[in-house]
C-alpha cells in the first residue's frame, strides 16, 4: 500500500505543478499561448510513444527468438505470463555483453521481455526468472505508459517557461532576456524532473514486490541483482555501456554505478561469499543498513533505488 500512496501522492503533485504552472502563465500572457504550448507537448509525447519500442530495439540490437532457439527462455515468460495474466510478451535477445535485462512496449498486448547475451551465462535458472518475473510486472503495471506521461510534465514546464521568456522581453531589455532565457526554463523543470526520477525508483520497488507475487523468491531477485552489479563492473562492460546509456532506465539495474553498488552491497553478503543467502536477508531484515550521504544523494538524480535499499526491501517480502 504504501507504494501505491506514493505513487499517487507523486502524480498529484506533478499534477498540481503543471496546472499551476499552465494558469499562472496564462494569467500573465493569455491562455492561448499557454494551450498551444501543451498540445504541443503532447503532440510531441505521442510520437514518443509510438516510435519509442523501435527506438529501444534498435538501440539494443534486439533480435527476437523462436521457441525452437530458446526454449527455456520461452517456457518461463510463458509461465510468467500465464501467473500475471497477461498474453505473452515477444521473447528477444540483445546482442550485448552488458548483463541485463528489460521490458518494453505501449500496452500489456504489446509487451516485449528481453535479455542480453551477457545476463544468460551469470544467473541460474531461479535467479533469471526472478528478473523476467520483474520484467513480467513492469508490463503488467504499464509502467512504460505511466513514466512516459510524467516525463510530460517537465517537457510542458519547460516549453511553457521557454514561452514565457521569450514572449516577455522588450525590446529595451531583450538582451537580458536571452541571457535568463537559458537558465529560467531549466530551474523551471529541475524539481519535476527530480520528482519523474522518483517514480522511476517507485515502479523499480513496485516491480520488485510483483516479481515475488508472480511466485519468485526475494532471495533468488536479490542474488541476481548482486550478480548483475558485480558483472557489470568489468571493464569490458564498462566500455559497451556507453551504446546503452540512453535505455538504462529500462534495465533490471543501473550498470553505471555498479562501481560505487558493489562495495555497498558486501556488508549484506556475510563472509564475502559472493552471493546473498536467505540467511543474508534474514538478518539484514533485523538491522538497518549503512548508506552514506553521497549515495542517498546521488540517488535523487537516478532511475534506480539505491542497491543496497532495494536488497533492504527484498529482505521485507520474505514469508
Known amino acids: 500500500m504504501w507504494l501505491k500512496t506514493r505513487m499517487f501522492l507523486l502524480v498529484a503533485v506533478l499534477t498540481a505543478?503543471?496546472?499551476?504552472?499552465?494558469?499562472?502563465?496564462g494569467n500573465l500572457t493569455g491562455i492561448g499561448n499557454s494551450i498551444s504550448y501543451l498540445v504541443l507537448a503532447f503532440v510531441f509525447l505521442g510520437f514518443q510513444y509510438l516510435i519509442g519500442?523501435?527506438?529501444v530495439g534498435w538501440t539494443m540490437h534486439v533480435k527476437w527468438v523462436t521457441e525452437q532457439q530458446?526454449?527455456?527462455?520461452?517456457?518461463?515468460?510463458?509461465?510468467?505470463?500465464?501467473?500475471?495474466?497477461l498474453p505473452k510478451p515477444k521473447v528477444?535477445?540483445?546482442?550485448m555483453n552488458v548483463p541485463n535485462a528489460f521490458a518494453y512496449g505501449r500496452t500489456q498486448k504489446d509487451g516485449r521481455v528481453c535479455v542480453t547475451r551477457g545476463i544468460l551465462g551469470i544467473l541460474n535458472r531461479d535467479e533469471l526468472k526472478a528478473v523476467l518475473a520483474h520484467e513480467m510486472s513492469h508490463i503488467k503495471h504499464r509502467d512504460m505508459a505511466i513514466i512516459t506521461l510524467l516525463s510530460a510534465i517537465p517537457m510542458i514546464l519547460y516549453w511553457v517557461a521557454s514561452s514565457f521568456m521569450w514572449g516577455f522581453g522588450g525590446r529595451r531589455d531583450r538582451g537580458a532576456m536571452r541571457c535568463s532565457s537559458a537558465s529560467a526554463p531549466l530551474s523551471c523543470t529541475s524539481s519535476p524532473n527530480l520528482l519523474v526520477m522518483y517514480g522511476s525508483r517507485i515502479r523499480e520497488y513496485y516491480a520488485d514486490l510483483g516479481s515475488t507475487q508472480l511466485g519468485s523468491r526475494p532471495q533468488h531477485l536479490a542474488n541476481a541483482l548482486y550478480k548483475l552489479t558485480q558483472a557489470s563492473?568489468?571493464?569490458?562492460?564498462?566500455?559497451?555501456?556507453?551504446?546503452?546509456?540512453?535505455v538504462k532506465a529500462f534495465f533490471v539495474t543501473d550498470p553505471a554505478r555498479a562501481f560505487m553498488e558493489v562495495r555497498e552491497i558486501a556488508q549484506i553478503d556475510r563472509g564475502h561469499k559472493g552471493v546473498i543467502t536467505y540467511d543474508d536477508l534474514m538478518d539484514l531484515r533485523q538491522k538497518n543498513v549503512r548508506v552514506g550521504f553521497g549515495a542517498n544523494f546521488g540517488?535523487?538524480?537516478?532511475t534506480h533505488p539505491n542497491m543496497v535499499k532495494r536488497i533492504k526491501h527484498l529482505s521485507?517480502?520474505?514469508s
Do not use: C, W
Open 233 to 246: 563492473n568489468r571493464p569490458r562492460v564498462k566500455e559497451e555501456m556507453k551504446r546503452a546509456e540512453a
Open 17 to 25: 505543478i503543471l496546472y499551476g504552472a499552465i494558469v499562472l502563465i
Open 299 to 302: 540517488e535523487l538524480f537516478m
Open 53 to 55: 519500442p523501435a527506438i
Open 70 to 85: 530458446e526454449p527455456d527462455l520461452h517456457r518461463m515468460v510463458a509461465e510468467l505470463a500465464q501467473e500475471a495474466k
Open 316 to 318: 521485507t517480502l520474505i
Open 92 to 95: 528477444g535477445i540483445s546482442e
